[in-house]
């Protein structure tokens, strides 16, 4: 389909199929159609729509074709399902609700996944390499995007220059986990050298 995120399968929980509201809520012939709309929607990649390339409602008749079941168990199961808020009917569009659950694994860990690429980025371009653990905690709390990162390795360098850092083989320069909470990139940074090439004219030296 269109601009479509095909899935080639879906998550399901064999706890909850197999003992969970769904068993008595539905009856055998049910929850193999609703097992086939789940795979349906996942087929569409439109979010958990149930649609054609339009984004418009597929007929019942065509859905139920589609699935070798009577027209009868279809709207039978819908209405069931939309009764337990398993599915949302708007405008005769079938939509599963909470559908990030069905998500593949890779789904659901990717906000994770790209958060520790930026991590480790950030990581590596930070000079005092301590307290590892509290540092992916205090930068997981932060939620940076990329830009907010690169912010943060422009101070970094900037402030790699700077005499606090650089005083004492970089004695003073903050656990990254302090510098991360307290927002360290925000700080005003005085270059090394900023105030030690003006003239002394007490002395009449330069």
């Keep these: 389909m269109r601009g479509a995120q095909r899935r080639s399968w879906i998550k399901l929980y064999v706890t909850g199929i197999l003992h969970g509201s769904i068993r008595w809520q539905l009856n055998a012939e049910e929850r193999a159609t609703w097992v086939d709309l789940l795979c ?73 996944r790209v958060m520790g690429e930026l991590f480790d980025i950030f990581w590596d371009a930070y000079p005092k390499k301590r307290s590892k653990g509290q540092a992916e905690r205090a930068f997981a709390q932060l939620k940076p995007d990329k ?35 307290a927002k360290g990139w925000e700080d005003e940074i005085e270059p090394k050298d900023s105030f030690g090439g003006l003239p002394d004219y007490t002395s009449g030296k330069e």
């Excluded at 168990?73 to 909470?98: G, P, V």
């Excluded at 912010?151 to 302090?178: N, V």
């Design 147 to 181: 830009q907010l990162l690169e912010t943060m390795l422009s101070s970094i360098g900037r402030a790699k220059q700077s005499e606090d850092w650089l005083k004492d083989k970089g004695q003073y320069i903050p656990y990254p986990a302090t510098w991360l909470r």
């Design 40 to 112: 349906m929607a996942g087929e569409c990649g439109k979010g958990g729509i149930i649609c054609d390339n339009d984004s418009q409602p597929l007929p019942r008749s065509f859905i139920a074709n589609h699935f070798n079941i009577p027209l009868e168990l279809l709207e039978r199961t819908l209405e069931k399902c939309e009764k337990a808020h398993r599915i949302n009917l708007d405008n005769e569009l079938i939509t599963i609700t909470n559908w990030t659950v069905y998500q593949s694994e890779y789904e659901r860990q990717k906000p994770y």
